[in-house]
């Protein structure tokens, strides 16, 4: 008996949907990263920084604004406790975020940054950070989640206003570990 020449041509195009969706979710976030790192571009900011004695600049006012989304697959709660602070460049300032676990399991999340304008990602360091390490939250949990950051002393005065956005990012599966500490 022969094959149904529309029954193969579903089952290849099927098997083509699932390759491309495992692409998507295992292959380009890292190729992402090592774009972003190789050319500069993208709004990502580096790891933690190292606090230099520069003073601040009373002269200057940079507004810095806060955005938070979730992930599509992600059901928590996640937003910027205050969503905009008038900074002077060299000052040390801490905000917080807010997150709930809204759903009834235990969750592990990851926040990715993106800095815009883009040109601004070199000069806003973050000396604390939650986006540094995983947030595991048992069910319904919620926290607080800090964030210290400076203004660079060096940013450009054309630029007076920086948005940092957070997308939140449910890794759960990528990090049963983690979740089995949660539940200790």
């Not at 900011?45 to 938070?68: K, M, W």
């Not at 009834?104 to 999340?109: G, I, L």
């Not at 926290?143 to 940092?164: G, N, Q």
Request: charged share 15%.
């Amino acid at each position: 008996m022969a094959a149904n020449p529309l029954r193969i041509l579903l089952v290849k195009l099927l098997g083509g949907a699932v390759c491309m969706f495992l692409f998507a979710l295992f292959v380009m976030p890292p190729l992402y990263n090592m774009f972003c790192e190789i050319t500069g571009i993208g709004g990502k900011t580096g790891g933690p920084y190292q606090v230099t004695e520069a003073g601040v600049d009373t002269s200057r006012t940079v507004t810095v604004q806060f955005l938070a989304t979730n992930n599509g697959a992600m059901p928590w709660q996640f937003n910027p406790k205050v969503y905009e602070v008038s900074v002077h460049p060299g000052e040390p300032t801490e905000v917080a975020f807010y997150a709930k676990n809204s759903t009834s399991r235990d969750m592990v999340a990851q926040a990715i940054p993106n800095v815009t304008p883009f040109n601004a990602a070199e000069y806003l360091h973050k000396t604390e950070c939650f986006c540094f390490h995983q947030q595991p939250l048992k069910a319904g949990e919620e926290a607080e989640l800090p964030l210290v950051f400076i203004v660079d002393r060096d940013l450009p005065e054309a630029v007076t206003t920086i948005t940092l956005a957070y997308t939140l990012f449910d890794i759960t599966s990528r990090v049963s570990d983690s979740v089995a500490q949660v539940n200790q």
